[in-house]
């Protein structure tokens, strides 16, 4: 059996492709986001199994003419 931190590396490395068994035959919710955090349920169409991804804003990009307008 496969450990969480294992499964999660895995899946780090190769997020098209469930950490279980390997198949690239995945689907997933819609993200749930919070302030900085976000949530979203994967399964695997051939084991069955389920996790869910957590994202976290790194910070944002900025459109090059909105930086123009502030420096005028």
Same mark, same amino acid.
């Given at each position: 059996? $496969? #450990?969480?931190? &294992?499964? #999660?590396? $895995? ?8 950490? @279980? ?5 995945? *689907?997933?919710?819609?993200?749930? @986001?919070?302030?900085? +955090?976000? @949530? ?9 199994? +389920?996790?869910?991804? &957590?994202?976290k804003? *790194?910070?944002? *990009?900025?459109? &090059?003419?909105?930086?123009?307008? &502030?420096?005028s």
């Amino acid at each position: 059996m $496969k #450990n969480q931190e &294992e499964l #999660n590396q $895995k899946y780090l490395n190769d997020p098209d492709a469930c950490p @279980f068994c390997g198949s690239t035959y995945i *689907t997933a919710d819609h993200a749930d @986001f919070g302030s900085d +955090v976000g @949530f979203r349920d994967v399964r695997c169409e051939d084991c069955e199994k +389920v996790w869910t991804e &957590e994202y976290k804003l *790194t910070g944002i *990009t900025i459109d &090059e003419r909105d930086l123009e307008d &502030e420096e005028s």
